[in-house]
């Protein structure tokens, strides 16, 4: 499972390389439902409420644009895609648009896989 930043705004672009930077400690997947299910303007704090994040390695790591880079590769590859709303999710080269039941996609793998 790969997450693909898709930052429409300069903010989402500093949410997206927080979560690089959250997630170069091993803490991605949680900083990303924080910010999904508590967000508020002080990612710092929603960070911090993670045990094992350094917030001084994240301060570092964002005041240097560790991940500017490769979040704009993102951005251009969902261009490339004709992302035009989220969440896409693409399974086996098949594109699912917009947000999808578990079942939705657990069907299509199950006809993918024949069973």
């Known amino acids: 499972f790969i997450y693909i930043h898709y930052p429409e705004s300069n903010k ?3 949410i997206a390389m927080f979560l690089e930077c959250v997630g170069n400690q091993g803490n991605y997947l949680q900083m990303h439902e924080k910010v999904f299910s508590e967000y508020n303007e002080d990612i710092y704090s929603l960070a911090d409420s993670i045990p094992k994040v ?3 390695q994240v301060r570092y790591c964002m005041d240097n644009e560790f991940y500017s880079g490769k ?13 035009d709303r989220l969440p896409v ?6 594109r699912f648009d917009g947000i999808n039941s578990y079942e939705v996609y657990s069907e299509f793998i199950d006809e993918e896989l024949n069973l």
């Open 12 to 14: 989402s672009f500093e």
């Open 54 to 56: 350094d917030i001084e």
């Open 71 to 83: 979040v704009e590769r993102n951005f251009e590859l969902g261009k490339k895609l004709d992302i």
């Open 89 to 94: 999710v693409f399974i086996n080269g098949a």
